[in-house]
Structures are given as structure tokens and as C-alpha cells.
């Protein structure tokens, strides 16, 4: 089954811990992001890549690393945590043609 | 750059009613037009895309979307809901590029009532 899987889908940490949200997709696909999700202000793009070992930023990069040194896996670093990095995550891949593909999301909560 | 504006955060809607949520952009250059519903507890789901030709886009579960590139808009609609058509709706926009950032509207919550 073509699928984005994320992984944790829930996790709670502490400011300044350092964590990774991490994404893979079975699809082959050279286009991967991150988003993130927060009541009233839709979608936002944090980093995207366009194959491997070709990242940028988005809308809100900072706070935030990506990495992309396999096709399959785009994995999301919080370094150091913050409350406001409190939110709901979403990794996608894909292309314009067949509209992105999107993990179910990591609810993510920082204290 | 480009943006998407819904002008509805939340619909309010009876069981077989029609319902109508509107997505307006603004861009610069030739877009491709994207709805995703978003289920409660769940991620996004692609219900269809605008990318050429015909206007007039169907999607899965009955909703449909017409493009007006005059208004800049690309309302989605449905002539009959159900219950479990209760979920969040995003409309996005990218360049009509191979690849592009999707760039998302606020949502509109749709709730249907019995």
C-alpha cells in the first residue's frame, strides 16, 4: 500500500530536548515536506526537499532541521524544543499530478 | 507568492442539504487547485485536484469544485451531505510546476447536523 508513515503519532517533551520526528514513504517519490497544523492558521510549510541531499526552507523554518540522505526517509529535528513548537506535524510526498500523499500526523507537545 | 484565503471558517449544514465552502487565491502565475479533507484524529486526504482542462473537477464522495480563473476562485460543493461528511476542509494552491510548495488556507470546518 502507497503510505507516508510517520512516527511517534503522539509525544509530549520538555523544552530543550532534543527530538526527531521521523517520515518515510514507499512511493518512490523525489518530493518531500514537513508542515505543521495550528488551529485558525491552516497549514504551514516548514522545509521541503527535492531529492536526496537537497533541502530548503519553507514558511517556518526556524526552530528546525530536516535531513534527506536516503530517498525514502525525510526525518524532522527539533534541537532544542520550544512551547511554541507545540503542534500537529504532517510529512508529505508526492508531486503535482498526483497530489501530495500525507503521513497521519504527530501531535507533538512541548512543556 | 501566492495565498489562499477561505471565507468560511465553519459551515454549519442539516443532513441532505446542499453545501457550498469557498476558497479564493492570488497568484501571479498559472496555479494548480487542491481540496483535502482532514477527518477528525486523522491526516489529509486528497479529495481533488484542478490541474487543466475542464473547470469542472469531480472528487471522491460526491463533492465537486469548479475553477474561475476571472474570480480566482475554486469553491467546492456538494448537492446532498451526509453525517460523515463532518470534518475539515482545506483548499491549496501551487504553481503549475512538476513540484511546488502547497500553500494552504485556514480550513473550513463543516459540521452536519441530523
Known amino acids: 500500500e502507497a503510505q507516508v508513515t510517520q512516527n511517534p503519532r503522539y509525544l509530549i517533551t520538555v523544552t530543550g530536548k532534543k527530538l526527531t520526528v521521523t517520515c518515510s514513504q514507499n512511493m518512490n517519490h523525489e518530493y518531500m515536506s514537513w508542515y505543521r497544523q495550528d488551529p485558525g492558521l491552516g497549514l504551514r510549510q516548514i522545509y521541503y526537499?527535492?531529492?536526496?541531499?537537497?533541502?530548503d526552507k519553507g514558511d517556518v523554518p526556524e526552530g528546525y532541521k530536516v535531513s534527506r540522505k536516503e530517498k525514502r526517509n525525510f526525518p524532522l529535528i527539533l534541537e532544542s524544543p520550544s512551547p511554541n513548537q507545540t503542534s500537529l506535524y504532517f510529512c508529505a510526498s508526492g508531486g503535482q499530478a498526483y497530489g501530495y500523499t500525507f503521513g497521519s500526523g504527530t501531535r507533538l507537545t512541548v512543556v | 507568492a501566492q495565498s489562499v484565503t477561505q471565507l468560511d471558517s465553519q459551515v454549519p449544514v442539516f443532513e441532505e442539504a446542499p453545501v457550498e465552502l469557498r476558497c479564493n487565491y492570488s497568484s501571479s502565475v498559472s496555479v494548480y487547485l487542491f481540496w483535502y479533507v482532514q477527518y477528525p484524529n486523522q491526516g489529509l486526504q486528497l479529495l481533488l485536484k484542478?490541474?487543466?482542462?475542464?473547470?469542472l473537477v469531480k472528487g471522491i464522495n460526491g463533492f465537486e469544485a469548479e475553477f474561475n480563473k476571472s474570480q480566482t476562485s475554486f469553491h467546492l460543493r456538494k448537492p446532498s451531505v451526509h453525517i460523515s461528511d463532518t470534518a475539515e476542509y482545506f483548499c491549496a494552491v501551487s504553481r503549475g510546476t512538476s513540484y511546488g510548495k502547497l500553500t494552504f488556507g485556514q480550513g473550513t470546518i463543516l459540521t452536519v447536523h441530523p
Open positions: 484542478y490541474l487543466s482542462g475542464s473547470t
Open positions: 526537499s527535492m531529492n536526496v541531499e537537497v533541502t
